[in-house]
Structures are given as C-alpha cells and as structure tokens.
C-alpha cells in the first residue's frame, strides 16, 4: 500500500485515478465497495473522489472518536478542493464491546451523529473465523451452537446495515 500511496503522489490528476478505473465497473453492479486503509493519504482521497458515498465503521473507542473527527475534515477537504460532495450514508459502530466506556461514546456519537446507525457490530470471534476460512459470515458453517447463534445474529446485523443504507441512499 506504501508503495501505491507513492506512486500516486507523483502522479498526475492522481485524485481522480480509481474514478477512472471503476467507471466502466460500475455500470456492471449496483453497489461497488471500497475498503480503505485506516489513513487519510492519496488512496483516501481516491476513495472518496470515486465514491462519493461513503459507509463509516468505527469503534467505540476514543481514539476511534478522534479519527472520525480527521476523516470527516478529510472528506470536507476532498469535496472543496475536486468541487464534489460526498454523502456519509452510515457511520457503523463495529467491533462494539459491552463496557461503561462504549456505552457513553455510542451514547455521544449518537446524540452528534445523525446517520449513526441505530444497532452496532458486536465483537464476535465467530467473524474472524469466517475470515480465516475464507468465506462471508453468510456462508460460513459455525462450528457449534453457540457460534451458529453469533453468526445468526451477525447476519440480522448485516442485513440491517444494508436496509439502513439503502434507506440513506434513497433520501439523496
């Protein structure tokens, strides 16, 4: 990613790069997704230009408050600087864990946050399995009951987020 991330800065019009790469893709499918890396660099900015809709996972962590708070600047950046606008659809809690501290930023987020979703992704091991065996929560074969429940309730979760955003995009 390093290596990209500097061969776009040398690049010419290097902002509208993945724009031009997805626009022949894009008539193909309803819905392409960009997974970003979590920095605010060149391929972010691509992200975005391309995009122009945007889902925000964060975690409910004080650090993750903070990143949202550049990402948000970042984006305000990108639509002054290519005259664009960007929505955020979603800012999706995820990896939630049960403590005081998340409770009160979900909380926060909430009250500041008109497209924060109504629900969170809980931190479930069952994911990383899926993960690891190279398939989608929806495909996956949990071991045991438990992990079939946690992978139940993941699903409900995912479909959830698609109604939501679909329910964004359909407001624009």
């Known amino acids: 990613m390093a ?18 790469l997805l626009d022949d893709l894009s008539k193909q499918y309803d ?15 691509n992200a975005l230009n391309a995009a122009r809709r945007v889902v925000v996972p964060i975690q409910a962590e004080t650090s993750s408050v903070r990143a949202l708070d550049l990402l948000f600047d970042q984006i305000e950046s990108v639509e ?30 909430r009250a500041n946050i008109p497209v924060v979703t109504p629900f969170e992704i809980k931190k479930r091991v069952v994911l990383q399995e899926a993960y690891d065996k190279g398939c989608s929560i929806f495909s996956f074969k949990p071991p045991n009951s438990v992990k079939e429940q ?13 109604t ?5 995009l359909s407001k624009l």
């Open 3 to 20: 290596l990209i991330e500097q061969k776009l800065y040398m690049t010419r019009n290097r902002e509208h790069k993945l724009r031009e």
């Open 31 to 45: 819905f392409v997704l960009i997974d970003c890396p979590p920095n605010l660099g060149n391929l972010t900015d």
């Open 80 to 109: 002054q600087g290519l005259k664009i606008q960007v929505a955020v659809l979603a800012v999706v809690p995820n990896l939630v864990q049960d403590s005081a501290l998340s409770k009160r930023i979900l909380s926060d987020l």
């Open 150 to 162: 946690d992978a139940h309730e993941l699903k409900k979760v995912y479909s959830q987020l698609a």
């Open 164 to 168: 939501f955003v679909i329910e964004q």
